[in-house]
């Protein structure tokens, strides 16, 4: 199986436990890999044939910004969720850091696997 990544991905949303959390976006930052098969996309070279990543990317977004959750770990979940009901894919690995979020920690966050690949 090969796999698409779009790592790197800044989004700003509302998130966390925390009243002043509540009243503010914070950036998190997403790497998400997905399975596919790229062979037809390398054989027609047409974008028709493949995973459209720019549309994830912008799909990803507008879902963390549309939705508001207290758990980096129920946004994680949802974004899974809705990228293999979405888009042709059977597995997803999504890595979501919320930056400094905890005192002296320059990273924080959750990393997990959804569907099935080879």
Known sequence: M???FLH???CECVIGVWKW???ITQT???DI???TDIKKAAETDDL???LNYKRIAERVIEFAQANTFDLIETLIERLADMILDEFDTPWVRIRLDKGGAVKHVKHVGVVIERGQSE
């Open 48 to 50: 028709a044939d493949t």
């Open 28 to 30: 998190l930052v997403l």
């Open 2 to 4: 090969d796999k698409i």
């Open 21 to 23: 959390e509540k009243k």
């Open 8 to 10: 790197g991905l800044q």
């Open 33 to 35: 890999d997905l399975a």
